[in-house]
């Protein structure tokens, strides 16, 4: 008997039923109890899938590319679960249909699973939904988790980063590059895919990147820069090499369990962090704090004075 129990759906997405998967993200992206309980099932039984990161400006090719991504990995055996991120749009939104149109070559295939993610009401938005997304994929069995996000504001670049392997794409054509390092991507970087490489300019982006990689330093990793054409496949799979020697060099070096260690912590900060800032503006929006509100107003206590107070206060209750 089907029902809508967390423990349940859980049960049914790990033996392959995908409507059981897509009811499990969407109690993720509400939020609340329900999302709780999912994300305690999933924790312990998520760890094993790669996660791959794609970001990037608006039409820069990321779906395209995510799309030849999965056929590559697909033809290595491998299942494929797919989040596109996309807080400006929800579930059922336009900007997700080209999204939809350009990956239904693996609508038919039951190795892939594809879904877009808006946030609805769960606490922390995006930067807390897609972790725990992603361990349902990861729970569901899937090998690969490829997380596509826009790479324009600050939580999207966090989480597009808090990856195992981040790709960012950018076009050819002079100031690409510099748009990427504004928006922080360069930070992010494990690949850099200079996508359209059938456009002129391919050689000057490739060697901005180079010049900005220069002045950042002598890391372990250093960010390889690959030329391909999403459109048509072409040096798609040199993407995949530089993920593979990626995954390669985080394995032997240990940096894939410091990397994973330290995003866990991340997350449990934000959680905590997250969780008080619910509870202080539920307590503010209350009358129990009226008198101190007033204290406040009229300038007898000043605000950090009062901030110590709602905090015992917080403490004791
Ligand atoms: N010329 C060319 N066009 C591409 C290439 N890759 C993607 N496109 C086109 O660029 C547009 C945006 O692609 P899309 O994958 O939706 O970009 P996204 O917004 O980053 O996900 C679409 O019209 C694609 O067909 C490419 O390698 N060369
Ligand atoms: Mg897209």
């Known amino acids: 008997l089907a029902t809508d129990e967390p423990a349940d759906l859980v049960e049914r997405a790990r033996t392959g ?42 039409g820069s090719g990321k779906s395209t590319l995510t799309g030849r991504l999965i056929r590559g990995l697909r033809a290595g055996g491998a299942e ?42 769960h606490l922390g938005g995006l ?58 991507l360069l930070e992010v970087a494990d690949v850099f895919v200079v996508n359209k490489a059938d456009r002129p300019g391919v050689e000057e982006t490739r060697r901005d990147l180079e010049q900005m990689l220069d002045l950042s330093g ?38 894939l369990e410091r990397r994973r260690a330290g995003r866990l912590a991340d997350e449990l900060g934000q959680v905590v962090a997250e969780r008080l800032r619910q509870k202080a503006l539920d307590l503010l929006k209350g009358d129990a704090l009226d008198g101190l509100r007033s204290d406040v107003l009229e300038r007898r206590v000043d605000p950090w004075s009062a901030a110590d107070q709602i905090i015992r206060f917080l403490n004791s209750s």
């Open 127 to 184: 930067a807390l939904a897609t972790p725990e997304a992603e361990r349902a994929l990861d729970a569901a069995g899937f090998e690969w988790v490829l997380v596509e996000t826009v790479g324009v504001g600050q939580v999207e670049v966090e989480v597009a980063g808090a990856t195992d392997t981040t790709l960012v794409v950018v076009n050819p054509g002079w100031g690409d590059a510099v748009q990427a390092s504004k928006a922080g």
């Open 80 to 121: 494929v679960g797919v989040l596109a991120v996309d807080p400006s749009s929800p579930f059922s939104g336009g900007a997700i249909l080209g999204d939809r149109v350009r990956m239904q070559d693996h609508a038919l295939d039951n190795g892939v699973f594809i879904r877009s993610m808006a946030t609805r009401g």
């Open 17 to 58: 039923e995908r409507a059981a998967l897509a009811r499990l993200l969407s109690l993720i992206e509400r939020g609340g109890e329900a999302a709780r309980e999912v994300s305690r099932i999933c924790f312990p039984l998520s760890g094993t899938a790669y996660t791959v990161g794609i970001t990037g400006a608006p």
């Open 218 to 255: 002598h890391p372990a990793w250093r960010a390889p820069v690959v030329a391909c054409v999403a459109s048509t496949g072409d040096g798609v799979d040199g993407v995949l090499e530089a993920v593979a020697s990626h995954r390669e060099y985080q394995q032997t070096s240990g940096q």
